[in-house]
């Protein structure tokens, strides 16, 4: 009997299985509501707040005042979180990386990237 068929399969599902509870570590690292404040951007989008919420998958969305951005491709690996969002009829890219109760990093919209950070309420 040619056992390689199922130790291969059998190391894939454990890929799997490691792979997804990592997945859904980072994720919830992320969740909660963060006040954000940003560089080089119109006054009112200078500061706000970002809020990741955990149902099927991770969720978020930028609140600036009344005005809600929600993100589309979420997506969380280890300690960085991606995603894009709608904004005045162009999409744009969010990188963050977590460092404890703080992120740090940019968003980009063409060719233009506006540093941000953000801390955990």
Known sequence: ????????????????IIQ????????????????????????VYQQG??????????EGQFVIGTEKLPFENVKAVQDTVTFDFPINGEMATGK????????????SVGPEEYPMTAEKQ
Do not use: C, Y
Not at 49 to 58: G, R, T, V
């Open 20 to 43: 997804t509870a990592f997945t859904f570590i980072a994720d919830k690292d992320f969740v909660g509501t963060w006040n954000f404040k940003a560089e080089n951007v119109p006054e």
């Open 49 to 58: 707040q970002i809020i990741f919420e955990l149902k099927d998958k991770l």
């Open 96 to 107: 963050l990386v977590r460092t404890d109760k703080k992120l740090a990093g940019s968003v």
């Open 1 to 16: 009997m040619n056992r390689k068929p199922l130790l291969l399969t059998s190391f894939l599902a454990l890929f799997f």
